[in-house]
């Protein structure tokens, strides 16, 4: 059975109220009553009402307040205001304010329950859409951006955070994070979405070109000029403009940068006219800007200007719950593209990949599931089908506990048959390197070249 409605009435006239909380309340509603505007307040922040019904005219806290207090704190609660017949003006007033309707004294009963029905119904349209487009907002917002891992979730949270503004962002992250996809996510779903989202990765192109490039130049600016040519900045007016591997951009255009973001306004390469833009800067760098700034090699005042808001995406082995998800994301999105929608990424490939570190985080996962896929004729993708570096399987162990026997068991050939297990799984573990592989077993790495030594492990 669906919940009643709740109602507020507001009323200093003692008799009225009775009146119509009766009629209110046998029409179905569940009717609660305030005979001034502070106890009105006070209710309200009780319990959340459905509508309220409110006296235009009250000793202290008017009808008004109420309404504009409602409003403010509480959208989701509808008002209708009760005025004499001679203040139809303050009843125009009152619905410019937000009132949903207004009652005129004396009641009409057979038309007040019709409003009322009315205004209700009316709200829960409004509210029922409301909710619709927050899920539709929350489902696709990020959806093409996969990580239920906490860090994720904080990414995302600050995200949403960010996307309705126009701050300067910083990415910081990674070779392979996700940096590009986060920033273009950031555009497409803030006011400037339908405006140009431009990205320039500054590592990319040679230092001398990487200014006409951003800003663009007039004819003759040098040799190879032949026309006037507009740079990216303007090309992204409006939008947003992402500016990747930021630690590359050469001094000078450091400065040129910098005036940029605090004056909105720069000039192309070979001219003295001004151009205004209104761009959103969203920047992106996979090394510590912080010892750049250090070294003197990055300007300490843009750094700061650039850094307003940072987002950090951690590497890959530091989010490894997000490993199977990726996975199978990565499975279907390949497998439709290619043309094999009925691909499938097996249990054991799933938790080869989940031990793997991924020094190339997402992006080397997607290569490496698109490479196995093309390379796998079934349907399933199992473990022997992922690259040796990740399905490779620890020698199986055997150190179960050892009984003496009768006979005599050579302790000194049990110890030494674990230690040469353990070392072999420690250099597998450890890619070879034989200092992680001491890492591993916590031992130093003389100890180790030792032991393998003494134990003639084969070194390979
Ligand atoms: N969380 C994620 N969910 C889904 N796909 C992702 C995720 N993170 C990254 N990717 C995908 O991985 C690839 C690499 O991401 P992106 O280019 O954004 O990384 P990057 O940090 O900019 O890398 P680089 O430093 O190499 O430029 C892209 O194809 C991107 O779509
Ligand atoms: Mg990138």
Redesign the pocket.
């Known amino acids: 059975m669906p919940q009643k409605s709740q109602i507020l009435l507001v009323d200093d006239e003692l008799e009225s109220c009775k009146t119509l909380s009766l009629l209110l309340g046998q029409a179905g509603y569940s009717v609660e009553i305030s005979h001034s505007g502070e106890q009105a307040l006070a209710a309200i922040k009780k319990q959340p009402f459905d509508l309220i019904i409110s006296d235009l005219v009250l000793p202290g806290i008017s009808g008004i307040d109420i309404l504009k207090q409602v409003k403010e704190d509480y959208p989701d609660t509808c008002v209708i205001l009760i005025t004499g017949k001679a203040s139809t003006e303050t009843a125009v007033e009152a619905m410019r304010e937000g009132a949903l309707d207004y009652i005129t004294k004396p009641f009409n009963v057979e038309r007040l329950k019709i409003q009322v029905a009315k205004a209700l119904e009316k709200n829960r349209l409004v509210l029922e859409n409301k909710y619709l487009r927050q899920q539709l907002h929350g489902r696709y917002r990020f959806d ?4 239920t891992s906490q860090a ?1 979730q904080r990414v995302f949270k600050r995200m949403e955070k960010v996307t309705g503004t126009d701050s300067t962002i910083l990415i910081l ?10 920033a273009r996510a950031i555009h497409y779903n803030s006011p400037r979405k339908d405006k140009p989202f431009i990205a320039i ?1 500054c590592g990319a192109i040679p230092a001398d070109l990487l200014e006409s490039e951003l800003f663009g130049h007039v004819r003759g600016a040098f040799t190879s000029a032949f026309s006037d040519k507009a740079g990216k900045f303007e090309v992204a007016h409006g939008g947003t403009i992402f500016l ?1 591997e930021i630690g590359n951009m050469p001094q000078q255009l450091q400065v040129k940068l910098l005036r940029v973001l605090q004056e909105h306004e720069f000039e192309r390469v070979g001219s003295s006219q001004k151009i205004q833009i209104d761009i959103r800067l969203i920047s ?1 760098t ?1 090394v510590i800007l912080q010892e750049q700034v250090k070294t003197g090699q990055f300007r300490e005042d843009l750094y700061y200007r650039l850094n307003v808001i940072p987002i950090h ?1 951690p590497p890959l082995k530091e989010r490894r719950g ?1 490993i199977p998800q ?1 996975a199978r ?1 990565f499975g279907e999105k390949i497998g439709k593209e290619m043309n094999r929608p009925q691909i499938s990424i097996g249990a054991d490939a799933i938790n080869a990949m989940e031990a793997y570190d991924w020094p190339g ?3 080397e996962m ?1 290569n490496i599931i698109e490479r196995t896929i093309a390379l796998t004729d079934s349907p399933m993708i199992k473990c022997e089908d992922l690259p040796s570096d990740i399905s490779k399987k620890l020698p199986e162990t055997s150190m179960t506990s050892t009984k003496i026997t009768r006979e005599g068991t050579d302790m000194n050939q049990v110890i030494s048959d674990i230690e040469r297990e353990m070392i072999q799984q420690a250099m597998v573990l450890g890619n070879g390197v034989k200092a992680r592989a001491a890492d591993l077993l916590k031992i130093n790495r003389t100890t180790l070249v030792e032991k393998i030594k003494r134990l003639k492990i084969e070194n390979n």
């Open positions: 093409n951006i996969i990580g994720m992250g990674a070779s392979g994070t996700g940096k590009e996809l986060v990765n990747d992106a996979n995406l997000d990726l994301f985080n997402v992006r997607e």
